[in-house]
């Protein structure tokens, strides 16, 4: 009885039970993971008693959960394809969301750096309003309103910049009309006598005042986009829209050497005022060479810079500049594309063929 253990436990039988039970759960907690453990037979089963098997029960309650995910593979990548599907769509949403709000991020700063120069928003509104007079297409009386503005707020380059878009405008619709009228009237001519042609023959101090007209229009355009540039360094355009102007300039110089009228008689001009009209030529020329290497350092995208640069350059006799920067937009490297673009470009080529030319 004491070996048998029947003078200290009640229940000799379950105690023995118990303690064969204990290893077989220990068994089956530890190879928990192993689907050979779990199958336990009914000779196994059939010497535990009510209470053991109920804890088995438990036991086996716990671990059937991970075998039936285990066997579900299949559901689990579609859910997973599902969850990508749904995270991409998200993510493009979020990426979306965050360039609206980065393009709302400049739009401010930009409306910031148009109002920065300005000493209040009543003085922006007046520069707005006075752009709204050459919108409706009274040039003069903006030209009025953006001096008004540049008086009492002299430091802002977009009042400047402004001023040298409705020069501009007045310049180049000023030359239209004049083109077309030099048309119609050669037609004109062609269709009437050389009797009649000497009659209608437009005076030359009347061309002399559309030239004076023209050029004075090309000047102040350049000072007010070089003015522009000068408040503002770091803006390339405002440079190159000075360039411009000033090659402008120099054109007209260029064909005021000799005069042309309607009926293409020359005029031939006097040697002091061909040589007056040679220099003034050349310094213009000089002036948007100037404006062009500067909006050149600034590192401007594509080769439209300078290409112009390199035209400048063979305007005034520098071909060996002209073909040292041509040559380093041949050869430049692929990487931000200029390569690509000259080679694209008719332009380009062009303006190569002509300084091959002329070296």
């Known amino acids: 009885e004491v070996i048998h253990g029947s003078l200290i436990f009640p229940n000799p039988n379950r105690r023995a039970s118990q303690s064969q039970s204990s290893n077989k759960f220990s068994k089956v907690r530890g190879d928990a993971l192993d689907p050979i453990a779990l199958e336990v037979d009914d000779e196994a089963a059939g010497g535990l008693d009510n209470d053991e098997l109920e804890d088995f029960a438990e036991v086996q309650k716990q671990v059937e959960p991970e075998e039936v995910v285990d066997g579900d593979d299949d559901e689990e990548d579609d859910e997973e394809d599902d969850d990508d599907d749904n995270n991409k769509k998200i993510s493009d949403g979020i990426a979306a969301e965050a360039r609206r709000k980065k393009n709302e991020k400049n739009e401010k700063r930009r409306r910031q750096y148009r109002m920065r120069n300005f000493q209040s928003v009543r003085m922006a509104h007046r520069h707005g309003d006075a752009l709204k007079y050459h919108a409706q297409g009274q040039p003069k009386l903006a030209i009025k309103a953006l001096k008004e503005v540049a008086r009492d707020v002299p430091s802002a380059p977009q ?35 050389g009797e009649e042609e000497e009659e209608k023959e437009e005076p030359k101090s009347v061309m002399d005042q559309v030239f004076k007209d023209h050029l004075d229009l090309a000047k102040k355009a350049y000072g007010s986009y070089h003015v522009a540039a000068i408040l503002c360094k770091q803006d390339y355009t405002l440079w190159v829209k000075a360039a411009g102007c000033a090659i402008q300039a120099a054109e007209m110089h260029g064909r005021a050497t000799t005069t042309t009228t309607m009926k293409n008689h020359h005029h031939n001009l006097s040697t002091e005022l061909q040589e007056e009209n040679r220099c003034e030529r050349k310094r213009w020329f000089f002036e948007a060479l100037g404006d062009l290497k500067v ?65």
């Open 159 to 193: 009042v400047y910049s402004s001023l040298g878009m409705v020069y501009e405008d007045m310049l180049m619709e000023s030359l239209k009309k004049t083109s077309s009228q030099q048309s119609l009237q050669q037609q004109q001519s062609e269709a009437g006598n």
């Open 295 to 359: 909006a050149d350092k600034l590192k401007p995208p594509g080769i439209e810079v300078p290409a112009k640069l390199a035209a400048v350059h063979m305007e005034v006799g520098k071909l060996s500049e002209a073909l040292t920067i041509l040559t380093d937009l041949k050869n430049r490297s692929t990487s931000d594309g200029a390569s690509s673009e000259f080679q694209s470009s008719y332009k380009a080529w062009m303006l190569y063929a002509d300084l091959m030319l002329r070296i």
